[in-house]
């Protein structure tokens, strides 16, 4: 895909996308790469999603939005107050002694700092007992209703922002983990591309589906999009797994897949091939999903991947994680590699190979 530049009235081509320095659409930890370049009204859709921008944004960027917040909205009403306290001469009295025939709207606000103080005492409704606003004074009640209704709205907002920051799915999706690297092996003589995915909490996850884009640029400047199936052992596609240890996901290479021309090309075109794996949560029954992408240099050929699963001395189960990016270097059986067969027979688990250590 290209992106074009208007300059000076002439339309320039820049380089297409997936050939410039940094060729990958999703990086390895999930996030997009894809820049938006001439959108118009870009402000102001952002202004229209104030509650998504804050879910996207960092943490330290939502705290000092949660403290800016809070400090401008005092410092705007201590304006107010200390108008309100100018425009009734309030500064320059003796509030001790003031005249019979005046009324003071806030008591010992004589200044814009304690002006800033009444605010803030305000609004957290500490109540000191040395500044408070007067009964007889109608202005000082009804700017004291505006801010308090108005300071319980950006409490609601802010409180509810950080609620639902702490508890979304996407922090669960974060101890989801993809294997570095696929790999290409021969399992009952046919060639295999495969990954691992391994659930590193304890708590399982339900309902785990599995999807595949592969990217290709085409010589119009498109990205073309193809899905690729993945399977996992005698799954179905309408049966989910158990996610409690890491699992194996494979696609057959025969002549129909799309993968067929593009792995065996000497050097091999450009591609990527993003993978989408969505879960449940089972204690929330939210929904979370993380992606990988790999690209050509990425796909390992005649490899297999070093076991993970194994028994203690107890004869229980147990996952090596330490092996979880490890390869083996895997030569086919056959001199044909098009066409191997396997004359051995291997205890496989999850797609993997047993080991008993």
Not at 195 to 207: E, G, K
Not at 241 to 249: N, V
Request: charged fraction near 15%.
């Amino acid at each position: 895909m290209t992106r074009d530049t208007l300059e000076s009235g002439n339309i320039k081509s820049s380089a297409p996308l997936l050939t410039q320095r940094y060729p990958r659409l999703v990086t390895k930890d999930g996030h997009s790469t894809f820049h938006m370049a001439g959108a118009q009204g870009r402000g102001v859709s952002y202004l229209r999603d104030v509650w998504g921008i804050l879910m996207d944004m960092r943490w330290r960027w939502m705290m000092l939005v949660f403290s800016a917040s809070f400090v401008l909205h005092w410092l705007l009403f201590a304006v107010l107050w200390y108008l309100l306290a100018e425009l009734n001469g309030d500064l320059q009295l003796d509030h001790d002694a003031p005249p019979d025939n005046h009324t003071i709207c806030v008591k010992y606000v004589t200044s814009f700092t304690a002006a800033f103080s009444f605010s803030l005492e305000t609004q957290l409704t500490i109540g000191y007992g040395t500044m408070f606003p007067s009964g007889d004074c109608p202005s000082a009640i009804a700017l004291l209703a505006i801010q308090m209704v108005l300071g319980l709205m950006l409490e609601a907002f802010l409180t509810g922002a950080f609620v639902a920051k702490i508890a979304r799915p996407k922090n669960r999706a974060l101890a989801i983990r993809f294997s570095r690297s696929a790999v290409i092996t021969y399992s009952e003589g046919k060639p295999q591309l495969m990954f691992q995915v391994a659930n590193t909490r304890s708590s399982p996850l339900t309902n785990v589906q599995v999807s595949a884009i592969l990217y290709q640029e085409q010589e119009s400047g498109q990205l073309h999009q193809t899905s690729i199936d993945f399977h996992l052992d005698s799954i179905t596609a309408h049966e989910y797994p158990f996610f409690i240890f890491p699992l194996t996901y494979y696609h057959t290479i025969t002549p129909s897949s799309p993968l067929a021309v593009l792995l065996w090309k000497e050097p091999p075109p450009h591609f990527e091939l993003v993978v989408f794996l969505s879960a449940v949560q089972e204690g929330t029954g939210e929904t979370c999903q993380r992606r990988t992408s790999y690209l050509s240099s990425e796909i390992l050929v005649y490899h297999r991947f070093a076991p993970l699963l194994a028994r203690n001395a107890k004869g229980e189960y147990q996952t090596k994680m330490e092996n979880f990016d490890k390869t083996v270097p895997q030569h086919p059986a056959a001199p044909d590699s098009k066409s191997p067969k396997r004359t051995d027979k291997e205890i496989r688990i999850n797609g993997q190979p047993m080991d008993s250590s």
